[in-house]
């Protein structure tokens, strides 16, 4: 049997998108949860304690959408025609975030205050559209032949404006989680009651979704209620409730400052797990499956040459930006 090199792209994209949304996920929701604290120095803490590496953290997201654009260059032209609207947003919202990031330590005390606000409006548009795109990813896209045959605003949909809330908490939780790992004192005592609050509201989300999800789509309540799918698939529920449960445990513990963020973890990558049980093999839901959009393997093969130099160097570059700056963040110090 000879390898599969759609297989191989598809695994090192959805690797790819998952260090992403971990990554950029709590810098992202530190922003989102920046209207939680009017202190200056408290917000200061917030910024600094993702500062070394919120911007490698983005190469994720770079390495996800140029693997998607040679691998599958038909999945790449249907999701950009389909979803111009809300990437675009997506992308204006990174760059004021960016932005914002750099300026507020530069800004004078007159100004700051506008670059908190576009901090915060940025993290937020970014991620609220990122929610959409996995929404619409899960509806699905008309296509016919090989081209997008449907509308601009087709992505504007009851269900993905929810999954963008949806995300937009996720985000947040995965922060507060951060930043109890990061923080001491009064702001990690703030953060864990606000995560607490985050989970009860993320796990009220993610039942509407898995009812919402089957509802609308038979072929995905074929997929997750069918047996023998049902006991195989049957963990993934149950280990969000524990994951949950362990999660509330530890917010509960002052002494417990790693776990909670851990647990997070796991439960981004259990909602992960479960949008991609929800629609593989198809890479363009509900018709196009992965080796429909594959490109020709001579192609897959020249860039995996790359990809396998490639990523293990951005992955020791990561751990090893992550372990210089290990351990809490102090009011008055940071990284700029």
């Known amino acids: 049997m000879g390898i599969d090199l759609s297989v191989i792209w598809f695994v090192i994209i959805v690797f790819a998108t998952l260090m992403y949304i971990v990554m950029d996920g709590f810098d992202l929701g530190i922003g989102i949860l920046f209207p939680t604290t009017q202190d200056a120095e408290d917000r200061d803490v917030m910024v600094n304690s993702v500062a070394p590496v919120w911007d490698g953290n983005e190469t994720w997201l770079v390495l996800g959408g140029a693997a998607l654009f040679g691998a599958f260059p038909l999945a790449y032209a249907v999701i950009i025609d389909a979803l111009t609207i809300p990437l675009s947003l997506m992308l204006i919202g990174l760059i004021f975030r960016g932005v914002a990031f750099e300026f507020r330590f530069k800004a004078t005390p007159a100004h700051r205050p506008f670059w908190d606000k576009a901090f915060i409006g940025g993290s937020i548009l970014a991620t609220f559209s990122q929610g959409v795109v996995v929404g619409a990813v899960i509806n699905g896209f008309s296509v016919t032949g090989r081209a997008y045959s449907g509308g601009p605003f087709d992505w504007l949909t009851p269900f993905n404006l929810f999954c963008g809330v949806g995300l937009t908490v996720a985000y947040a939780l995965l922060g507060a989680t951060w930043l109890v790992m990061k923080s001491e004192n009064p702001l990690q005592a703030r953060m864990r ?144």
């Open 193 to 336: 009651r606000v995560s607490k609050q985050l989970l009860l509201v993320l796990l009220a989300i993610i039942a509407v979704i898995s009812l919402w999800t089957p509802m609308a789509h038979q072929s995905i309540a074929d997929r997750w209620f069918s047996v023998p799918n049902l006991y195989f698939l049957m963990p993934v529920p149950l280990l969000v409730l524990i994951l949950s449960g362990g999660l509330w445990k530890t917010l509960n513990n002052a002494n417990s400052h790693n776990t909670p963020f851990v647990l997070t973890l796991g439960l981004i990558f259990l909602g992960f797990s479960g949008l991609g049980i929800s629609i593989w093999p198809y890479i363009i839901p509900p018709s196009i499956t992965l080796w429909q959009a594959a490109a020709p393997p001579q192609s897959q093969g020249f860039m995996l040459v790359g990809a396998l130099l490639i990523i293990p160097i951005i992955l020791v570059y990561t751990f090893w930006s992550y372990y210089v700056f290990r351990g809490k963040v102090q009011h008055g110090e940071g990284y700029h």
